[in-house]
């Protein structure tokens, strides 16, 4: 089956600074790629999504880049905010079969 | 549109008892899907459902976990008999006929 794997586990940024989350997925016939923002105690919440049709989307502070040859998929977070402190999750699925497999994580703390 | 709702929010289960977590997916949503968070992990995949239909339960437990989605009425996760190892958090999900997913506020259940 799919898995799923995410770089870093924590992130550390100055306030202002860009911050890039990385995750690689092994099943080449997955074709979709969301990503979800966490805070503590809180549902999972999509922020961007990404299609295996599209190598490049964004909306406005946030983007996602997906590399189909390597497998791999980021996301990227300009201007932070400490707002934007949260974990954050990558997902990939295969769209036949709807089941989302999630990376791991990545604890984002924004400095003020 | 109230979104996905889940409840009880908290759950406090006894070894040996039995849990019953309920799902009612946003309007118009016709796929539910079941996933289980263990404290500072990410997401798995449990269960996959249409109105009275199992599409994919590959993430199941094959004891003491069950799932329905009946024509009328909530999605219902089952667990007979707890464990300390159920304590988790229970997300249901629910998405239309395209990928998209929205969770719901989770059920936190502990086993003591």
């Known amino acids: 089956g799919e898995n799923v794997e995410q770089h870093p586990s924590t992130l550390s940024v100055q306030e202002g600074d860009s911050a890039v989350i990385k995750c690689t997925y092994s099943d080449s016939a997955s074709n979709y790629f969301p990503w979800y923002k966490q805070e503590l105690g809180k549902r999972p919440q999509l922020i961007i999504d990404i299609r295996s049709n599209v190598g490049e989307k964004k909306d406005q502070r946030i983007a996602v880049t997906l590399n189909k040859t390597a497998k791999h998929f980021s996301l990227h977070i300009t201007e932070t905010q400490p707002e934007d402190s949260a974990v954050y999750f990558c997902?990939?699925?295969?769209?036949?079969?709807?089941?989302?497999?999630f990376g791991s994580g990545t604890r984002l703390q924004v400095q003020p | 549109n109230a979104g996905v709702m889940q409840n009880p929010r908290h759950l406090v289960r006894r070894r040996g008892q039995e849990a019953r977590l309920r799902c009612s997916p946003m309007k118009g949503h016709s796929h539910v899907y079941w996933y289980r968070q263990l404290p500072e992990e990410g997401l798995k995949f449990m269960v996959y459902l249409q109105k009275e239909n199992i599409i994919d339960e590959s993430g199941m437990p094959k004891e003491r976990f069950s799932a329905e989605f009946p024509k009328e009425g909530p999605s219902i996760l089952r667990i007979q008999q707890v464990v300390r190892g159920d304590s988790a958090a229970y997300f249901c999900a629910s998405s239309p006929d395209e990928d998209g997913y929205t969770f719901g506020s989770g059920t936190r259940l502990t086993v003591v």
């Open positions: 997902a990939a699925s295969n769209g036949g079969r709807r089941a989302l497999t």
